[in-house]
């Protein structure tokens, strides 16, 4: 980065620090201008496009906090980037807080090395005038990413869609990031992660649900019993340390449930809106519990199996569906990766990816679950064992066919801004969309030779439509309409989706499986993120195998259970349903820990109490079956070849 044109601005007290940190930018180029007064600092920002504030958090007249708050009240449309430090408030707590208010790039402690502040200024390069989504996933074709490439990256970026984090979060446990990143909503809610060498060591979401006593009680640590013991002795302390205590736990199990709470709060902030990143690059302390890089692959494979949707996973990978998919130097067939539920649930396809193939191939083995498959392959781009060739690689015209014609008949009857969030860009404004498009058209294929055949038509058809669609995106007016009317009928279809679940919950009460599958499908298709789809789903599949002995939907049924997300696992609805999956596999003894976790986490629940009844009256059944056996059939039992 040249700094030719840099301006810093330093805020600091101690007369020969700030001089120091004045001189060491001056000898790098960069104009450098330092105060140790607030006030005057304020007038040195206003005379000079300053583009880094470097600040003491104690100054004689305000916080330093304070006066970076007082600047951005003042310079609202200024894009300044904030160094704080300081020698006495370098606690845990402060640095979170005050890097959460300030948005800052870095929290030094003071004594710090020179070079750190030169290394931030001097490798925070000037953000590409281009979409989040293009700088995050250009990695997704680049076969190797040094770590420098990958942090230059992670700077580049201020806002991305909820869906895009678990690809953050790896990154920054993959350059062994220490800091804190905090995520910002539109709703003004803010999510703070605290990194130490990359491993993920505090989530503060503002989501306060603890799960902690759900979580104990369904991992079998204690029962509801110890806890309301635990809770009835007059202490202060939570309840984790109450049940130690008392005895009634171990240490090594709360250290486990309070990384699984991480792992709940972490998919929390995985959400379908776009959020605002800020990652403050500081010395954090390696603590436990704490998310390591092998848990951290087992949390990113559930969140990216149950938090993304299949919509938008979709419009990402749409640009990239002709290419060949490559592996990388780490895909081996012993990575753990490939030995995750997604991956498995698609037989054979670590050797496909070996032969070569597209994910519009892919697409075309009607064995595979299609939600199975943009996830897998999510996963595996995301862990960096694969990527695509940076060109489409259509085989024969005939495919390059079949690839437009689903195209032109997903976007049938669509309007301009429809077309643009089908590709996915819809979101971006009309410069960024128009942009985006020249990327995504050389992915419909090279020009056909025969002017006269029906691919040359498609083609130069579909050119023409994603044209016209970007053109018509730069009406900001009808931009603004189309954007109010999809949330209108977003939240209309929520609540119609809302009644729809409830009357399914009902049915599958009164074993109506076949009328709750139909009104759980409608309900997806409404709103595909809905709490706890995929369970009642489960539940109805479940219950339809069990009347019809359809044996092969089980393995629907697994996929349906890989996308519950972590936060919907905790009450007693999710191992009921595990109960009926167990019962069904003809695992008794699971079926029954099951419904007993189930009844364990609400006593109320008739239809597992009706449903253990029924399993503990087949396990009586089956014992005296062995007790009225003579002991030769008892002993030929044991011996019978299965």
Same mark, same amino acid.
């Given at each position: 980065?040249?700094?030719?044109?840099?301006?810093?601005?330093?805020?600091?007290?101690?007369?020969?620090?700030?001089?120091?940190?004045?001189?060491?930018?001056?000898?790098?180029?960069?104009?450098?201008?330092?105060?140790?007064?607030?006030?005057?600092?304020?007038?040195?920002?206003?005379?000079?496009?300053?583009?880094?504030?470097?600040?003491?958090?104690?100054?004689?007249?305000?916080?330093?906090?304070?006066?970076?708050?007082?600047?951005?009240?003042?310079?609202?449309?200024?894009?300044?980037?904030?160094?704080?430090?300081?020698?006495?408030?370098?606690?845990?707590?402060?640095?979170?807080?005050?890097?959460?208010?300030?948005?800052?790039?870095?929290?030094?402690?003071?004594?710090?090395?020179?070079?750190?502040?030169?290394?931030?200024?001097?490798?925070?390069?000037?953000?590409?005038?281009?979409?989040?989504?293009?700088?995050?996933?250009?990695?997704?074709?680049?076969?190797?990413?040094?770590?420098?490439?990958?942090?230059?990256?992670?700077?580049?970026?201020?806002?991305?869609?909820?869906?895009?984090?678990?690809?953050?979060?790896?990154?920054?446990?993959?350059?062994?990031?220490?800091?804190?990143?905090?995520?910002?909503?539109?709703?003004?809610?803010?999510?703070?992660?605290?990194?130490?060498?990359?491993?993920?060591?505090?989530?503060?979401?503002?989501?306060?649900?603890?799960?902690?006593?759900?979580? %104990? *009680? +369904? =991992?079998?640590?204690?029962? #509801?019993?110890?806890?309301?013991?635990?809770?009835?002795?007059?202490? !202060?302390? /939570? &309840?984790?340390?109450? %049940? *130690? +205590? =008392?005895?009634?736990?171990? #240490?090594?199990?709360?250290?486990?449930?309070?990384?699984?709470?991480? !792992?709940? /709060? &972490?998919?929390?902030?995985?959400?379908?809106?776009?959020?605002?990143?800020?990652?403050?690059?500081?010395?954090?302390?390696?603590?436990?519990?704490?998310?390591?890089?092998?848990?951290?692959?087992?949390?990113?494979?559930?969140?990216?199996?149950?938090?993304?949707?299949?919509?938008?996973?979709?419009?990402?990978?749409?640009?990239?569906?002709?290419?060949?998919?490559?592996?990388?130097?780490?895909?081996?067939?012993?990575?753990?990766?490939?030995?995750?539920?997604?991956?498995?649930?698609?037989?054979?396809?670590?050797?496909?990816?070996?032969?070569?193939?597209?994910?519009?191939?892919?697409?075309?083995?009607?064995?595979?679950?299609?939600?199975?498959?943009?996830?897998?392959?999510?996963?595996?781009?995301?862990?960096?064992?694969?990527?695509?060739?940076?060109?489409?690689?259509?085989?024969?015209?005939?495919?390059?066919?079949?690839?437009?014609?689903?195209?032109?008949?997903?976007?049938?009857?669509?309007?301009?801004?429809?077309?643009?969030?089908?590709?996915?860009?819809?979101?971006?404004?009309?410069?960024?969309?128009?942009?985006?498009?020249?990327?995504?058209?050389?992915?419909?294929?090279?020009?056909?030779?025969?002017?006269?055949?029906?691919?040359?038509?498609?083609?130069?058809?579909?050119?023409?439509?994603?044209?016209?669609?970007?053109?018509?995106?730069?009406?900001?007016?009808?931009?603004?309409?189309?954007?109010?009317?999809?949330?209108?009928?977003?939240?209309?279809?929520?609540?119609?989706?809302?009644?729809?679940?409830?009357?399914?919950?009902?049915?599958?009460?009164?074993?109506?499986?076949?009328?709750?599958?139909?009104?759980?499908?409608?309900?997806?298709?409404?709103?595909?993120?809905?709490?706890?789809?995929?369970?009642?789903?489960?539940?109805?599949?479940?219950?339809?195998?069990?009347?019809?002995?359809?044996?092969?939907?089980?393995?629907?049924?697994?996929?349906?259970?890989?996308?519950?997300?972590?936060?919907?696992?905790?009450?007693?609805?999710?191992?009921?349903?595990?109960?009926?999956?167990?019962?069904?596999?003809?695992?008794?003894?699971?079926?029954?820990?099951?419904?007993?976790?189930?009844?364990?986490?609400?006593?109320?629940?008739?239809?597992?109490?009706?449903?253990?009844?029924?399993?503990?009256?087949?396990?009586?059944?089956?014992?005296?079956?062995?007790?009225?056996?003579?002991?030769?059939?008892?002993?030929?039992?044991?011996?019978?070849?299965?």
């Amino acid at each position: 980065m040249s700094t030719e044109n840099v301006r810093a601005l330093i805020i600091e007290d101690d007369s020969s620090l700030g001089e120091a940190i004045q001189e060491a930018l001056k000898r790098e180029g960069i104009n450098a201008y330092w105060t140790s007064r607030p006030e005057e600092g304020i007038s040195l920002f206003s005379s000079n496009k300053v583009e880094f504030v470097i600040v003491d958090c104690l100054l004689p007249q305000m916080t330093g906090v304070d006066f970076v708050m007082k600047l951005r009240q003042m310079n609202p449309e200024s894009k300044f980037k904030i160094i704080l430090m300081s020698g006495i408030y370098t606690d845990k707590t402060f640095i979170q807080e005050s890097v959460k208010k300030t948005q800052a790039l870095s929290f030094l402690k003071k004594p710090f090395e020179l070079e750190q502040i030169l290394s931030l200024v001097k490798t925070d390069e000037k953000k590409e005038e281009l979409p989040a989504r293009k700088i995050l996933y250009q990695i997704f074709s680049k076969e190797k990413v040094t770590n420098r490439e990958k942090k230059k990256m992670l700077e580049s970026i201020d806002e991305v869609s909820g869906f895009d984090l678990p690809f953050i979060y790896s990154l920054l446990a993959e350059t062994k990031s220490s800091g804190y990143l905090n995520i910002y909503s539109h709703d003004g809610s803010v999510s703070g992660l605290a990194f130490a060498n990359g491993s993920i060591v505090g989530v503060d979401v503002e989501d306060r649900q603890t799960y902690l006593g759900e979580l %104990l *009680i +369904q =991992s079998g640590y204690v029962t #509801p019993e110890d806890i309301q013991k635990a809770l009835k002795n007059k202490t !202060n302390k /939570r &309840l984790g340390q109450a %049940l *130690i +205590q =008392s005895n009634l736990m171990s #240490p090594h199990a709360l250290d486990l449930m309070m990384t699984e709470q991480m !792992n709940i /709060r &972490l998919s929390k902030t995985i959400v379908d809106r776009q959020v605002k990143l800020n990652f403050a690059t500081s010395d954090v302390e390696l603590i436990s519990p704490s998310i390591d890089s092998d848990l951290l692959l087992n949390y990113l494979h559930d969140w990216i199996a149950s938090k993304i949707s299949v919509s938008w996973l979709k419009s990402l990978y749409m640009m990239w569906a002709g290419h060949v998919i490559i592996p990388t130097v780490s895909f081996r067939y012993d990575h753990p990766a490939l030995r995750m539920s997604l991956v498995e649930s698609l037989d054979g396809l670590a050797g496909k990816i070996k032969d070569s193939t597209t994910l519009s191939q892919l697409l075309e083995i009607k064995d595979y679950n299609q939600a199975a498959l943009y996830k897998a392959l999510h996963f595996l781009l995301t862990k960096g064992l694969i990527v695509f060739s940076t060109k489409a690689g259509f085989s024969n015209e005939v495919e390059q066919l079949n690839y437009l014609q689903k195209i032109s008949a997903e976007i049938q009857g669509k309007n301009a801004f429809e077309i643009l969030e089908y590709v996915g860009i819809g979101s971006l404004g009309a410069g960024n969309a128009e942009q985006l498009l020249v990327d995504f058209l050389p992915n419909l294929g090279t020009e056909p030779t025969n002017k006269e055949s029906e691919l040359y038509k498609l083609w130069t058809g579909l050119h023409a439509q994603f044209r016209q669609a970007a053109v018509s995106s730069r009406d900001g007016t009808s931009r603004n309409k189309f954007k109010k009317e999809t949330e209108k009928n977003d939240a209309e279809a929520k609540i119609r989706a809302t009644k729809l679940v409830e009357e399914a919950r009902h049915e599958l009460q009164l074993n109506q499986y076949q009328k709750a599958m139909d009104k759980i499908t409608i309900a997806q298709k409404l709103s595909p993120q809905f709490f706890q789809s995929n369970i009642y789903m489960a539940w109805a599949k479940l219950g339809q195998m069990e009347t019809r002995k359809n044996f092969n939907r089980l393995k629907d049924i697994e996929i349906d259970l890989m996308q519950v997300p972590p936060d919907e696992r905790y009450d007693a609805l999710y191992p009921f349903v595990m109960g009926l999956y167990y019962r069904a596999k003809g695992d008794i003894i699971n079926a029954k820990k099951s419904f007993d976790k189930a009844l364990a986490l609400d006593s109320s629940f008739i239809v597992a109490r009706r449903e253990l009844g029924k399993l503990e009256a087949q396990l009586k059944a089956k014992k005296q079956d062995i007790f009225n056996m003579d002991l030769g059939q008892v002993v030929a039992g044991f011996f019978k070849k299965r």
